[in-house]
């Protein structure tokens, strides 16, 4: 099944019904789409933008993260994933309400267990260089909310012991990470293997992921994360350009599309000299007046 393309596409992929809540607030009229697997979708035009978004809550886990965005890039041709919601803090710098743009994503888990102990097979995949230059951008103009650019640590873990094995593994291993979440380097892993999908992660900070975590989820962390991860991904949008015209628009540069060194004139009727060299293969022209 296909969905028609009325203008480019961005996949927003999220884990828990609060964060879909958060970035749904940005897309005032949408219509639900079903893939014949099952999957739902809600997809609607981004204001002030070229975008139309397709929105998804997918649940938790990298693993159902991977398979689930594979099927929707399958079927949407989007031209981006972004996964967006809330992350636990890793740096005491990083705090409650900010964000974290993941200019890579770690998957921790990866490695081997030998007999004189656990050697670390690190495994990462880059942000999307354009997305995270226009979320730079953005972020200038979003002086309410701070945003920091770091690598971003994906488990199949809920962290909530600041002193567990497993923080002093990321410590050890992994200690540029800037905030760990569930489902990052599975939708990054399948943009990746799709092809010409940019991809990025975008989380706002909900609790420390220490034995406070409890206490600052009852105190609306989450619902304040989510939206400030959702205004960020929605300003980047807003300044990051599609590839290719949406149908029906009229390129301003089409130089832009076919070269900077050549003139299109597909469609029309050229009157000038045409000037070119003889090859034993007959004449090489080039249209120029």
């Known amino acids: ?61 990298a693993d159902r993260a991977a398979a689930l965005t594979a099927q929707l890039i399958e079927w949407l041709h989007p031209e981006a994933v972004l996964f967006v919601g809330v992350a636990g803090s890793l740096k005491d710098d990083i705090e409650i309400g900010d964000v974290v743009v993941g200019t890579q994503v770690y998957e921790i888990h990866g490695g081997k267990q030998a007999h004189d102990g656990f050697k670390v097979r690190p ?7 354009a997305l995270e230059q226009a979320a730079r951008s953005a972020a200038r103009d979003l002086p309410e909310v701070r945003v920091h650019f770091a690598p971003i640590a994906t488990g199949d873990v809920v962290l909530a012991d600041a002193r567990s094995d497993i923080a002093r593994h990321i410590e050890a291993h992994y200690n540029d990470a800037g905030a ?50 959702a ?3 929605v300003a980047m949008l807003r300044k990051h350009q599609p590839r290719r015209p949406a149908p029906g628009d009229s390129e301003e540069d089409p130089q832009a599309r076919y070269g900077g060194d050549h003139i299109d004139f597909r469609g029309g009727t050229f009157h000038g000299t045409v000037i070119g060299k003889q090859t034993g293969n007959g004449p090489e022209r080039s249209g120029q007046r």
């Open 1 to 61: 099944m296909s969905v028609p393309e009325t203008q480019p596409t961005v996949l927003v992929l999220t884990a828990l019904p609060l964060e879909y809540a958060a970035v749904r607030a940005y897309v005032p009229e949408r219509q639900e789409r079903v893939h014949d697997k099952g999957t739902r979708v809600e997809t609607g035009r981004l204001p002030d933008s070229p975008w139309q978004l397709a929105i998804s809550e997918l649940g938790v886990g």
């Open 123 to 129: 495994r990462a995949l880059p942000g999307s260089h």
């Open 231 to 233: 205004t960020v991904a």
């Open 180 to 229: 760990i979440e569930m489902e990052g380097s599975g939708a990054a892993q399948a943009a990746h293997l799709s092809g010409q999908v940019d991809a990025l992660v975008v989380r706002g900070i909900s609790d420390r992921a220490d034995r406070h975590k409890r206490r600052a989820d009852a105190g609306g962390s989450q619902q304040r994360a989510a939206g400030h991860a």
